[in-house]
């Protein structure tokens, strides 16, 4: 028989098997799930960060009424650094990528958008992840990448468990070689078919989706790589369960093998592979963190005024050709807390020293992809979709630049004693993406 | 039928891949038991130390004022239970730390799993991981050929006709695959004992016993339905394939499903309309209509009638603490709002999981297995509140202390000493007692009952329409 008959002939049994009919069916639809639920996901974090544009638009609004005098300000004296800085609305966001209906990854787990004070920090309890229930979140959603990466092999187990096996059971294994090229050929060849089968399968549930977000304009190379993730990823378990029938005894044989392998990737290798993390690195309780947010904060605080003066030259050496001659501190910052650049150091270098702990802890992850496959293209996806650690991480980094540009505002316009105007106030406003 | 159980297990022991394959399996069991402990304990000494670390900082408080100390506040670190080592539930998703201070009731920060790259789906291997999926696939393994390769070597028919009933042999041929299972779960909590015996308290006893029963009558269900099947079907593969079709619904898509249904048909809000809407209340009052600045007015004039004087630099008392504490009231109020509100919309999320027991008895397994580790939802909450119970003992002892130490309105420089702060007891989680939560998981123990009774009916009623051949 010829490769194409093969494969034709393959077609005609999978359509007179309604068991895998109904489970490729149903997969289709667990699919379809998982996209929607991606999908739902992305619109809900946009609509609620248009909300907040929308509130903080007003917010700069009013800022700037209150230069033509249409809104009351009350004691806010938007000339002064503190007040106009008050009034700019400063909220760090994290947009969801349009790739997210493939996988919403650890999206889950953080916060999405904070607003960004001069006190603030990138790992201020604020940052607290959207309300859910803790018990979803740890049976694991059913989005996408969840029905790829742990769904797709137990279908694969199905669609292929009796390819070969019922030949072996029915006891005509050497009548297929008689009348066909060689048993590995002729399995080869069956395999092909459902190979294209699925493949193509998903690609038609994922076309839908990439149009519906515009990925495949605005980002078609990431769709494709998150596809071209996938084909690898199904190729991976075709080969191996193309061995096992290959060697094995019969459908219920090649089915306990089948299985047993999905429970060794899929479940015990990643189970044992986050218990050794856990153990050679305990959750983090923080309290270098805390210690930096409460007690050295403190100890800033207490610092006479000369010391505060000598410590902020220090760290903003340009400040130095300005120094007004003469005055305290606090008169030349004519301002309340003129600590706010050093609390913000101080819980910057606090931050990096624990981000650093945290990445021991994702080296490890990343030595043991060898024997954790499942967590490799997890969290290769859960990167192509900026849903991953790392995105967050740059999301935090996003945050500290914001406090940054806070703290810097109202130091150097305080110091150089400016009275903000309406277009300084533009500036700002600028600076923090309200305008 | 005991003979028959005999036989079987003889005939289990006979196979020496089995013995192997049980042998390892007992031994993984053993090895991923002791490492959840290990990992338990390791926990739990950070846990500790950190603990210790915030009460020493407080403890180290010279002179302070009081209100000073309600802004330096205090953290909860939320505690390992013994039992999380087999189940640990929503802990690595929910927070670890809970900052306790004046003006404000937070939220849990820092999970575990957001402190790192993604690693496992199913959670790591503790011993609930191999209870719930390796060991319940292997008694389907285990049986789903029992009475298919009878009737495939046409030893069904001459059974029956020696006087055993279909019925008799689907209970025997269960029970004995069913006592395995139980006796891999034996050995399992045996393990979790034996190393913890110094630690183990009668509640504890009780709470392994429950989770004990649930794991029990799982495999009880899954036994008697994969041998069922077995039985119904005429080839192995079609009892095989049913039953690992079943197993995945059950254990992967309906959590995921059912779970996702809760939370749409009782939707928590955002986080930004939960902010919001507290920060509405609090300035405007609960009702709209008593706003901050009105109900400052009342407690002055209250408290100048109270005390019988016309300013406040009268008062022989800090007002200013009074008044914290009168803020403080009110904010509970708001927080026991909104935060009850949520907590009242998990509580309803989860009791439509549970009735997802009807149709899915892994859901009423699951939910046993980690409110009896006291590892679920339901006991984060009941930390949330303990802790939250704590700060408001806390600051209402910082304001009094404020309010009645000897200062008077305004001096924001008065401070208490070292003793004051000493005399302030620890946050101490208290686990709530078996007695007391059972009651919550009940429908979960009746669903997985009522399954294994209605597959036993099934069983006893249909098995004589059996095909023997």
Redesign the interface.
């Known amino acids: 028989m010829r490769y194409a008959t093969i494969i034709k002939s393959e077609f005609r049994h999978f359509v007179r098997s309604p068991?895998k009919v109904i489970?490729l069916v149903l997969f289709i639809g667990?699919s379809i799930?998982g996209l929607q639920?991606g999908y739902d996901l992305y619109n809900?974090y946009n609509k609620?960060l248009a909300?907040?544009s929308e509130a903080d638009k007003e917010t700069a609004q009013k800022g700037l009424d209150l230069y033509d005098k249409k809104e009351e300000g009350g004691r806010a004296d938007m000339t002064q650094p503190m007040w106009a800085l008050y009034y700019t609305p400063s909220t760090a966001v994290k947009r969801p990528s349009p790739l997210m209906p493939f996988s919403i990854?650890?999206t889950q787990?953080?916060?999405y958008y904070m607003k960004v004070t001069e006190w603030s920090n990138a790992?201020d309890?604020d940052?607290?992840?959207?309300?859910?229930?803790?018990?979803?979140?740890?049976?694991?959603?059913?989005d996408f990448s969840?029905v790829v990466?742990?769904?797709m092999p137990?279908l694969i187990?199905?669609l292929l468990?009796?390819i070969g096996?019922?030949e072996k059971?029915l006891g005509f294994q050497k009548l297929v070689e008689i009348n066909s090229m060689s048993s590995s050929q002729w399995l080869m060849a069956r395999f092909t078919f459902y190979v294209l089968l699925l493949l193509l399968a998903l690609l038609l549930v994922m076309l839908p989706y990439a149009m519906l977000t515009d990925s495949l304009k605005g980002n078609l190379s990431g769709f494709f790589t998150i596809y071209l993730y996938i084909l690898v990823y199904a190729l991976i378990w075709f080969v191996a369960f193309y061995f096992i029938n290959l060697k094995g005894k019969g459908?219920?044989n090649q089915?306990?093998k089948m299985?047993s392998l999905w429970?060794l990737v899929?479940?015990?290798l990643?189970?044992?592979?986050?218990?050794?993390?856990?153990?050679k690195?305990?959750?983090?309780?923080?309290?270098e963190y805390?210690?930096a947010s409460?007690?050295e904060t403190?100890d800033i605080w207490y610092l006479p005024q000369d010391s505060i003066r000598l410590k902020l030259l220090e760290l903003h050496p340009e400040l130095q050709e300005r120094t007004p001659q003469n005055d305290t501190i606090q008169d030349s910052l004519k301002i309340e807390y003129p600590d706010s650049p050093l609390v913000n150091h101080l819980m910057k270098t606090t931050s990096a020293t624990v981000e650093n702990k945290?990445e021991e802890?994702?080296q490890f992850?990343?030595s043991t992809y060898i024997v954790?496959p499942?967590?490799f293209f997890?969290?290769r996806l859960?990167a192509l979709t900026s849903s991953?650690?790392?995105a967050?991480k740059q999301f935090r980094e996003n945050i500290q630049n914001f406090i940054d540009k806070k703290v810097y505002f109202r130091l150097i316009d305080t110091w150089n004693q400016k009275t903000v105007t309406k277009e300084r106030y533009r500036e700002y406003l600028k600076a923090f993406n309200t305008l | 039928m005991i003979t028959i159980i005999l036989n079987e297990w003889k005939a289990l022991f006979r196979n020496k891949i089995l013995l192997l394959l049980s042998l390892l399996f007992l031994i993984g069991l053993s090895i991923?038991s002791w490492?959840?402990i290990?990992?338990n304990q390791?926990?739990q000494l950070?846990?500790q130390?950190?603990h210790e670390?915030?009460r020493a900082?407080w403890e180290s408080i010279d002179a302070m004022n009081p209100h000073g100390a309600a802004h330096?506040?205090s953290?909860a670190?939320k505690p390992i239970t013994l039992l999380s080592s087999i189940d640990e539930?929503?802990n690595?998703?929910?927070?670890?730390?809970l900052?306790l201070e004046g003006h404000v009731q937070?939220?849990?920060?820092?999970?575990?799993?957001?402190?790192?790259?993604?690693?496992?789906?199913?959670?790591?291997?503790?011993p609930a991981?191999l209870l719930q999926?390796?060991i319940p696939?292997l008694l389907i393994?285990l049986s789903?050929?029992s009475i298919t390769s009878e009737k495939e070597l046409g030893r069904l028919k001459l059974l029956v006709f020696q006087g055993s009933s279909v019925s008799r042999l689907i209970f025997a041929k269960s029970l004995s695959v069913w006592f395995y299972g139980i006796l891999l779960l034996f050995i399992t909590l045996l393990f979790q004992v034996l190393i913890n015996l110094n630690n183990i308290t009668p509640d504890t006893w009780s709470r392994t016993g429950f989770i004990f029963l649930g794991y029990t009558l799982y495999y009880l269900i899954i036994a008697t339905l994969t041998t069922y099947l077995s039985a119904r079907f005429k080839s192995?593969?079609a009892a095989?394939?049913s039953m690992?079709?079943i197993w995945?619904l059950w254990t992967?898509?309906l959590?995921?499903?059912w779970?996702?249904t809760?939370?749409i048909l009782n939707p928590?809000?955002?986080?930004?309309q939960?902010k919001t809407a507290m920060k509405e209340d609090r300035s405007k009052g609960l009702d709209g209509h008593n706003p901050s600045d009105k109900r400052t007015e009342e407690l002055e004039t209250k408290i100048l009638a109270q005390y019988k004087v016309d300013s406040l630099s009268q008062l022989p008392i800090n007002f200013d603490g009074l008044l914290m504490q009168a803020d403080e009231d009110y904010g509970n109020q708001v927080w026991d709002k909104h935060f009850g509100r949520?907590y009242s919309i998990?509580q309803k999320?989860?009791q439509l999981?549970q009735l997802s027991g009807v149709f899915n008895p892994f859901a009423s397994l699951?939910n046993i297995s980690?409110g009896y580790s006291g590892s679920?939802?339901l006991h984060?909450h009941d930390f949330l509140r303990q802790a939250e119970d704590y700060r408001r003992y806390l600051i209402k002892t910082l304001n009094d202390k404020h309010t009645y130490g000897g200062s008077k309105t305004g001096d924001w420089n008065w401070e208490a000493g070292k003793d004051f702060y000493l005399s302030i007891k620890d946050f101490d989680y208290e686990m709530p007692l078996t007695n007391t939560i059972s009651g919550r998981y009940l429908i979960d123990l009746v669903f997985l009952f009522l399954w294994a009774t209605v597959i036993i009916l099934v069983i006893s009623f249909t098995s004589k329409k059996i095909n023997l051949l």
Request: hydrophobic share 40%; glycine share 6%.
């Open positions: 068991f489970s667990a799930y639920s809900k609620e909300t907040i990854g650890q787990e953080y916060g790992f309890q940052l607290s992840e959207e309300l859910a229930n803790p018990e979803h979140i740890a049976f694991g959603t059913l969840f990466l742990y769904l137990v187990i199905i468990f009796n096996g019922l059971d459908s219920s089915a306990l299985v429970l899929c479940v015990v990643p189970g044992a592979v986050h218990q050794v993390a856990s153990l690195y305990p959750a983090n309780y923080m309290t805390l210690d409460r007690d403190y945290l802890k994702n992850i990343k954790n499942i967590g997890q969290n859960n991953d650690y790392y967050y | 991923v490492l959840g290990v990992q390791e926990q950070q846990q130390a950190a670390h915030v900082q330096y506040g953290y670190f539930g929503v690595a998703v929910t927070g670890n730390v900052r937070n939220e849990m920060a820092y999970s575990e799993a957001s402190q790192s790259l993604s690693i496992s789906k199913f959670g790591k291997l503790k991981l999926f390796v696939l393994f789903f050929a192995n593969t095989l394939t690992l079709a995945i992967i898509f959590p995921s499903i779970g996702n809760t939370s928590l809000p955002t986080k930004q939960f949520n998990l999320q989860k999981y699951q980690m679920d939802m984060h």
